[in-house]
């Protein structure tokens, strides 16, 4: 596997994202992924209110979390994420989760695709994305 | 105050939904309040899902929550819900949460309004809504 | 796959479940798949809150789910739930979601791990599990 | 009112935490103060996190907001957080919100109180809390 250009996330775990076992609750990685997604775009040089705003969508087709430890409250999480492959209609998210103390809590993979918002129908990755992303 | 005509909603709290105190996050009244609120809409014969596509909206002005005790995971809520006054623009909503035990969990209002999508106006009560509510 | 014992779970999807895309937003799955799960439970004669209650959890070891179609506000959806294979330290929840037009809306599994809860130690599924499931 | 000692913290608006609308749904503005709060305690040298794991807690008793503008995503908050009077065995905050713009979003107050974690009775505010905020 490449890992490309990984970029890296910091994410504090809030209260209210932790439940009863005091642990990250398992719906609540998806949220620090979609951040972790959005600062790798911003860092860049695109949005994705931008893209958005110009009618391109980004619908996740699958996702898929592996847990080795559970993340808990005030934690600082780091969260590493690439691009797998060439995107083109469909882009490959991937994602390793490690805590302050280094150790890795989840690897994840995201699956998404570019879309029209006007029809959500599916079209070729952008050619903004391509080029700030160098693919 | 007049309670006017009380609609009551019952809702099972989620594991999710309670934090590691074991109580449900503050949070999260606000979706049972909501919930409440579509439910008690429902029942009038209207659905607030016809009124969004009908290009209307309702933001929230405010809301303001009182807790006498805490909600706690697999709890069988029981919200009542009623209208107080004559809503012209703004519409308050009233509620209280009781627990399977008829303990009162808490007391709370919601003052919202009634706005077009495309612009955020606000507007009168839609005629739709007084007819079906009887104001 | 022997699709066992199916149970079926209804839910009414909250508005402030969908994003801006006014699609359900990918995080908020798990949280109908737990209800699901729950009530499942419940069917078979057991609550999770007991379990948990006399120092049993089931952290989540991994999920996966893919998307087919957008659930959307107000939609009433319909989860089956059962159980793959026999479980023993793991076991593996498979879902279904179907929305009000019997559209299906996505797939998902789901393993989890029996642990005691003073030590998160993994242990064998509790005989109170085995026979009212019937394993 | 005596906004004593302001702190600033800044917070991103997820993806997930709009609404159909394109608006911060109402429910996580709690999340946003309960972050405010964390990162004001930690400013003062205080963690929450070692707070109630020396067997502390702090329930809310109460909680206001008044919406001015509604917040988006993506918009970069700045979360001004005060104390209101000096505290004793309930702790009032205040909170007030402004987009990237400068535009205030809302105002909001949390009445929240110290307890043991153990009986959840409630007690004077905790010399190391007093002295550390210099009340």
């Not at 932790?18 to 642990?23: A, E, L, N, S, V």
């Not at 860049?44 to 979390?65: A, F, H, Q």
Request: with cysteine; proline share 3%; glycine share 6%.
């Amino acid at each position: 596997m490449d890992k490309g250009s990984v970029y890296t996330h910091t994410v504090r775990v809030r209260y209210a994202e932790c439940d009863k076992m005091g642990f990250v609750h398992h719906s609540n990685w998806a949220l620090y992924f979609e951040e972790a997604r959005t600062e790798q775009m911003r860092a860049k040089g695109i949005t994705y209110k931008d893209m958005e705003d110009d009618g391109l969508i980004m619908p996740v087709k699958s996702m898929s979390i592996d847990f080795k430890r559970a993340g808990r409250y005030d934690d600082l999480l780091s969260i590493e994420i690439w691009i797998e492959g060439i995107p083109e209609i469909r882009c490959t998210f991937m994602y390793k989760t490690y805590n302050q103390n280094g150790e890795l809590l989840n690897t994840a993979s995201m699956v998404m695709f570019y879309a029209r918002k006007s029809d959500l129908r599916p079209i070729k990755i952008p050619s903004i994305i391509s080029e700030k992303y160098g693919f």
